[in-house]
């Protein structure tokens, strides 16, 4: 499953770009469901890695992801999309089909949270930028040739887009860490596998059926139907109190009237004139308000770039020191310390006639690999003694406990330092090979 998570992340931040620009031209956002195709395909294609009872149908499998991809075209035909939304998703499968042969190889945790934080901020940057793009307004006076309700529309459109680049990153690290831990990776893949159709399923369903209407239905519910009615009610009744603890008896005395003044009003006395401070400021013609507003918008902007740079920086530090920092972040990690040999000769390759048990038994499993490879059966340089042995159990017509005492005898040379192979295990390991290429 962790390969599927690899090519659908990269694939998705790719589409993702793509279907912002293409929102922010044409004024329509890309469907949802095009992309749900392009990530369901992936899958398809995908899931024989993800498990071993599907192991040798890639081609299958490979051609039904490749028809669940070509469905999003027929979505864009309903929605009646235009010439560069057909060019945004050819584009998107073409980057799902560069990504599958790019990222075969395995990752590392730690490298991928260096280049998963990154993203992040990479993609609350940009809505950061476009948020405050519409605030300066991109449209006014023809300087930027977008309108503020296509960048509006855009934004609304990539929310789903960035809601499952994250989560897929997220399954994705999930994934990583279990490698290096305990874990029964079957049951572990199968859970990965409920988690993404369960999370893609509701995100296409919640996005087909356009929520911001619902959400403006029950937003505008809630308002005028349950504040504002409660909010009157309370209007009333504390007017209701006001009025029985206001004093309603009628007054019985009657009012004194003022005296008429019996002389001349005396004149005002002379003052002189008081400069006033105006009510309003003005900078050359330009309102204070909008001169401001330019200068958060400034400040903000480049509090955007410097936090990109910092990440960006980050990264790059990272990437170069991962081969330092192998495995760094792994839960049930162990570390020891390498002593260097005083004099390094040849390779580390096994080598057939020396003198150690050890090197001879790594041989003779090598030699056993290439056997299986000209059988021809199938297996990937990162699969396991375990698995290998169920391929060649199932392909083979050797006995099967040769094979498992083939595959014991070299995991013992192999990872039990401790206890070093004896001439005659390196024996044994050389009859049951010629036991099985005779068979």
């Given amino acids: 499953m962790n390969r599927f998570f690899r090519t659908a992340y990269a694939s998705t931040l790719v589409y993702l770009i793509l279907a912002l620009l293409a929102s922010l031209i044409t004024g329509v956002a890309m469907p949802f469901l095009t992309f749900s195709c392009l990530y369901f395909g992936l899958l398809l294609a995908l899931l024989p890695a993800a498990s071993q009872r599907l192991s040798g149908k890639e081609l299958p499998f490979a051609l039904l992801g490749a028809?669940?991809?070509?469905?999003?075209?027929?979505?864009?035909?309903?929605?009646?999309?235009?010439?560069?939304?057909?060019?945004?998703?050819?584009?998107?499968?073409?980057?799902?089909?560069?990504?599958?042969?790019?990222?075969?190889?395995?990752?590392?945790?730690?490298?991928?949270?260096?280049?998963?934080?990154?993203?992040?901020?990479?993609?609350?940057?940009?809505?950061?930028?476009?948020?405050?793009?519409?605030?300066?307004?991109?449209?006014?006076?023809?300087?930027?040739?977008?309108?503020s309700e296509n960048v509006r529309i855009a934004v609304n459109g990539a929310v789903?887009?960035?809601?499952?680049?994250?989560?897929?990153?997220?399954?994705?690290?999930?994934?990583?860490?279990?490698?290096?831990?305990?874990?029964?990776?079957?049951?572990?893949?199968?859970?990965?596998?409920?988690?993404?159709?369960?999370?893609?399923?509701?995100?296409?369903?919640?996005?087909?059926?356009?929520?911001?209407?619902?959400?403006?239905?029950?937003?505008?519910?809630?308002?005028?139907?349950?504040?504002?009615?409660?909010?009157?009610?309370?209007?009333?009744?504390?007017?209701?109190?006001?009025?029985?603890?206001?004093?309603?008896?009628?007054?019985?005395?009657?009012?004194?009237?003022?005296?008429?003044?019996?002389?001349?009003?005396?004149?005002?006395?002379?003052?002189?004139?008081?400069?006033?401070?105006?009510?309003?400021?003005?900078?050359?013609?330009?309102?204070?308000?909008?001169?401001?507003?330019?200068?958060?918008?400034?400040?903000?902007?480049?509090?955007?770039?410097?936090?990109?740079?910092?990440?960006?920086?980050?990264?790059?530090?990272?990437?170069?020191?991962?081969?330092?920092?192998?495995?760094?972040?792994?839960?049930?990690?162990?570390?020891?310390t390498l002593v260097p040999e005083a004099e390094a000769q040849g390779n580390d390759k096994p080598r057939k006639r020396s003198e150690d048990p050890r090197e001879r038994i790594r041989y003779l499993y090598a030699e056993f690999l290439r056997y299986l490879r000209k059988v021809p059966i199938r297996f990937q340089r990162s699969s396991t003694c375990g698995e290998i042995e169920h391929r060649a159990e199932r392909s083979l017509h050797a006995d099967p406990s040769d094979i498992s005492d083939l595959t014991g005898l070299y995991e013992k040379a192999r990872y039990q330092q401790k206890e070093a192979p004896a001439e005659a295990d390196a024996h044994r390991m050389k009859t049951l090979l010629n036991r099985i290429k005779n068979r």
């Fill in 160 to 336: 789903p887009f960035a809601i499952t680049l994250l989560v897929t990153g997220v399954l994705l690290l999930r994934g990583l860490r279990a490698q290096a831990g305990v874990v029964d990776e079957r049951a572990f893949n199968r859970r990965q596998l409920r988690d993404t159709l369960i999370f893609a399923a509701i995100v296409t369903v919640v996005f087909l059926i356009d929520p911001v209407v619902y959400l403006k239905a029950a937003a505008d519910f809630l308002l005028n139907g349950v504040l504002r009615p409660a909010a009157e009610f309370l209007a009333r009744m504390l007017a209701a109190l006001l009025r029985l603890m206001s004093c309603t008896r009628p007054e019985t005395e009657e009012p004194v009237q003022t005296p008429v003044p019996t002389s001349d009003p005396q004149p005002m006395p002379a003052t002189e004139p008081v400069e006033v401070e105006p009510e309003h400021f003005y900078i050359e013609g330009d309102d204070l308000t909008l001169t401001l507003s330019y200068i958060f918008i400034g400040a903000a902007a480049i509090a955007l770039l410097a936090i990109l740079a910092f990440q960006l920086a980050k990264l790059v530090k990272s990437l170069r020191k991962r081969n330092k920092n192998r495995g760094r972040g792994y839960p049930h990690e162990t570390r020891e």
């Fill in 67 to 147: 028809v669940a991809a070509l469905l999003g075209f027929v979505t864009l035909a309903l929605w009646r999309c235009s010439l560069l939304h057909y060019l945004v998703h050819g584009i998107g499968m073409l980057s799902g089909v560069v990504f599958l042969f790019l990222l075969r190889h395995r990752t590392t945790h730690a490298d991928f949270k260096a280049k998963y934080q990154f993203t992040t901020v990479l993609v609350l940057v940009g809505i950061g930028f476009i948020y405050l793009a519409l605030l300066a307004g991109v449209d006014r006076n023809g300087v930027v040739p977008v309108q």
